[in-house]
């Protein structure tokens, strides 16, 4: 009936996710009508490109072919230059300091504002060093937008050996204090992301040497850290620093190399190991960090980062059909472990663009570090659960006796210690002790042996189960003794609970020894905070009264041995 709950609550979660990503996308991608690319009053003729340099430069941009064209998604040829201009009308802005800005905007030659130049990365063709999405804002020359009118701004752009359009997502004019606050919001969005991956990594890593695979969880803390070190490369503030971008752009590749192969052989590991392919898979997919960080030409790296994409797009796929399976046999913790990879799928491929053509150009960077932010939380969560279950599973082997399935000593002790400290608030009505002994018991095992002995043991271990009440605690407190904790008891009611448990465990062994075994002992004591300042007084006090009731009924019941025959015997 619990698993049902579960399983129910987990669907109504992936019910839940699967909504909140068809419905985000296409909010974080809306624009507002009058300003299709994110311009204010854009003309008709909207965004143009054209291929190719002219002769004289920017004074004979009027001779080249525009066409129009969609900066987010058209797609540029490789190794070539590419020319964009858009008329914008700045008249309502007039007065006002205004500046170009772009969340991601690549390998830009030169930038002009009504023939001024307004930016750029000043040679051509840009270098290598320069290869790298980041955040750029161009303050646009205040004479010029003082003039009402339309006015042209173009952009020179040289798409080196890499395909892609020029803009992560809609590029856009506004105040400088507006857009500087915008990219400082979207800066510290990025902040709190790796930050909440950092907590995430420090719990798993405080916590994982308390479940039973303490290398599963050490490697999804690996992934925490380097996904969050990935994400910190979308910082607006590394095109502040003195060094090429091109480091920035080499350490975001290290960082994914390691997020790919650290998520890939934790997920591995939740599914019970890895495969021949996936020996050869992660090492595959480790290989892009060396690369990224000996390869000279930053061009160079545009193969292996093609062929890591595929790579963990397969891989991806393999563990998505893996969970898939594992949670239809019914495996334990299978559905959680689904819904979290199925998270971080959606993350990987439209989110953060992970696989060629998967991307989602037009959610800006705010949306994309929202979105990725949500998604990572429910695979952490996923995962926090899984290690909360192992480690409960992994503490509750430690307080259960392996031979009767009861719980053992150290859970006795801890639970007469929590119910003498809620009685000393007041927080807790009174309870008993009840110490139970199988009379005759060592003869019969040294007879039958200790396979029998057993049987009798666990026979007797369910009688007491059955006969207790739901809030008692069963223990075996050592070889054929057992205790009850009881609860809501006084001096009259506690002696006929022990009556009815001496009747119930008598009966369930006289049915297994074959009428050998007949009865057991049983001492009780009820907790008193004056005397019982420790759970050994108590089990010191209750020892007591049973060794007495022990010898009262070894004084009154005959002994049973074996002879050696075969035959029973008894000794009067």
Request: hydrophobic share 50%.
């Amino acid at each position: 009936m619990r698993e049902g709950r579960r399983a129910r609550r987990a669907g109504r979660a992936a019910c839940a996710l699967l909504l909140a990503l068809f419905v985000a996308p296409p909010i974080a991608a809306a624009e507002p009508s009058r300003a299709p690319a994110g311009l204010p009053l854009v003309l008709d003729t909207g965004w143009r490109a054209a291929d190719a340099d002219p002769p004289d430069g920017i004074a004979g941009i009027d001779r080249l072919d525009f066409r129009p064209a969609d900066p987010v998604s058209d797609q540029a040829r490789r190794g070539e230059v590419r020319w964009y201009r858009v008329l914008v009308d700045l008249s309502p802005f007039v007065g006002q300091p205004l500046a170009f800005a772009a969340d991601g905007l690549r390998d830009v030659d030169e930038a002009w504002f009504d023939g001024v130049p307004i930016g750029g990365l000043g040679g051509f063709p840009p270098r290598p060093e320069t290869a790298h999405f980041v955040a750029r804002l161009y303050p646009l020359p205040t004479d010029r937008v003082d003039e009402a009118g339309p006015r042209e701004l173009v952009l020179r752009v040289w798409h080196g050996r890499r395909d892609g359009s020029v803009f992560r997502s809609p590029p856009v004019i506004d105040r400088v204090d507006r857009l500087e606050r915008r990219r400082s919001l979207r800066d510290q969005g990025i902040v709190l992301f790796v930050v909440a991956a950092l907590v995430v990594a420090g719990l798993l890593v405080l916590f994982a040497f308390h479940a039973r695979s303490p290398a599963d969880y050490l490697l999804f803390a690996g992934f925490a850290v380097s996904l969050g070190l990935w994400v910190t490369t979308g910082h607006s503030r590394w095109g502040e620093l003195p060094f090429p971008l091109s480091t920035v752009f080499r350490a975001g590749l290290v960082a994914l190399s390691a997020t790919a192969v650290c998520y890939g052989a934790a997920m591995l590991r939740f599914l019970g190991g890895m495969r021949p392919v996936h020996r050869v898979l992660l090492p595959a997919l480790g290989l892009l960090a060396p690369l990224a960080a000996l390869l000279p030409d930053a061009e160079g790296l545009v193969l292996p980062v093609l062929f890591f994409r595929w790579a963990f797009g397969a891989l991806l796929l393999d563990l998505l059909v893996r969970f898939g399976i594992a949670a239809y046999r019914r495996r334990r913790l299978a559905r959680t472990d689904l819904l979290g990879h199925v998270a971080f799928v959606v993350a990987a491929i439209p989110v953060a663009g992970l696989l060629p053509g998967a991307e989602l150009p037009r959610i800006d960077l705010s949306g994309r570090v929202l979105l990725l932010g949500f998604l990572f939380l429910c695979l952490a969560s996923a995962v926090l659960l899984r290690m909360s279950e192992e480690i409960r599973r992994y503490r509750l082997a430690g307080l259960t006796d392996p031979g009767t399935r009861l719980w053992n000593r150290e859970a006795l002790y801890e639970e007469i210690a929590e119910r003498g400290e809620a009685v000393r608030r007041g927080r807790g009505a009174g309870f008993g002790l009840l110490l139970a002994d199988l009379d005759r018991f060592r003869e019969w095992n040294d007879a039958k042996g200790r396979v029998a002995g057993d049987r009798v043991l666990l026979c007797a271990a369910r009688a007491l189960i059955d006969a207790s009440r739901p809030n008692d605690l069963v223990a075996r407190y050592g070889g054929d003794e057992f205790a009850v904790v009881v609860g809501d008891v006084d001096r009259e009611t506690l002696p006929a609970l022990a009556s009815r448990l001496r009747s119930a465990i008598g009966d369930a062994i006289e049915k297994e020894s074959g009428g050998a075994l007949t009865s057991a002992s049983i001492g009780t004591v009820l907790f008193d905070p004056a005397r019982h300042r420790t759970p050994e007084d108590l089990l010191r006090e209750a020892d007591r009264a049973l060794w007495e009731a022990r010898e009262a009924s070894r004084a009154a019941t005959p002994a049973v041995r074996r002879t050696p025959s075969g035959k029973w015997a008894l000794r009067l």
